[in-house]
């Protein structure tokens, strides 16, 4: 079992190579939200929740260099927000009104979903187009409505969650490399 799991998980690396192109421009957007005092906010469920936190914390952290930090937001993390908005206005509305309150134009939200079909995800997505928000899709399966729906989408082709999820996690740490090269070293550092 192994080494199927191993060989499943190359054959979806392998798939990175032919949408280069694609992850480099999202790695730019959110280079430029970031160089343009905008913030970055994220939003998935469950796995996809816990890499939103990831990301985010390598954004206000760090990556692999010292630096000042950047704004980034895991929308999942804030249990008093999401018991209030899921009791209030229901599950589906828990991210769509963190981005209504929080997003500002020139802000990214990167929505995260191994199916592209959760319900919250897409709510907060919508969200964005009437805010002037940018809003990038990172997905699994065949993209599902999300694909569709987001500025920018990029599409793990697996039917197995576990395999999307790792292939996630590469992404996002291949945009916090690509974003922290791009970033000024310290404050008043030219970039």
């Not at 927000?81 to 500002?104: H, S």
């Not at 409505?145 to 793990?156: F, G, K, T, Y």
Request: aromatic share 6%.
């Amino acid at each position: 079992m192994l080494n199927a799991m191993i060989d499943a998980h190359v054959q979806c690396l392998q798939q990175l190579k032919t949408i280069e192109p694609a992850l480099k421009r999202v790695g730019d957007v959110l280079l430029q939200c970031l160089l343009g005092g905008r913030k970055i906010m994220l939003c998935g469920n469950g796995g996809s929740a816990s890499d939103a936190q990831h990301f985010a914390a390598e954004i206000v952290g760090r990556f692999e260099k010292e630096r000042r930090a950047y704004p980034a937001v895991a929308l999942s993390t804030d249990t008093s927000i999401l018991t209030a908005v899921g009791n209030d206005y229901g599950y589906d509305e828990v991210f769509a009104r963190q981005v209504d309150g929080l997003g500002r134009p020139g802000d990214v939200l990167i929505g995260i979903s191994t199916s592209g079909q959760s319900e919250n995800v897409i709510r907060a997505v919508k969200r964005c187009k009437s805010l002037d928000l940018h809003s990038v899709g990172l997905l699994g399966k065949d993209g599902g409505a999300l694909e569709r729906m987001v500025d920018q989408a990029i599409v793990v082709d697996s039917a197995t969650t576990a395999r999307i999820q790792e292939i996630h996690i590469f992404i996002l740490h291949y945009w916090a490399w690509q974003i922290e090269s791009g970033l000024p070293q310290f404050p008043g550092d030219q970039v």
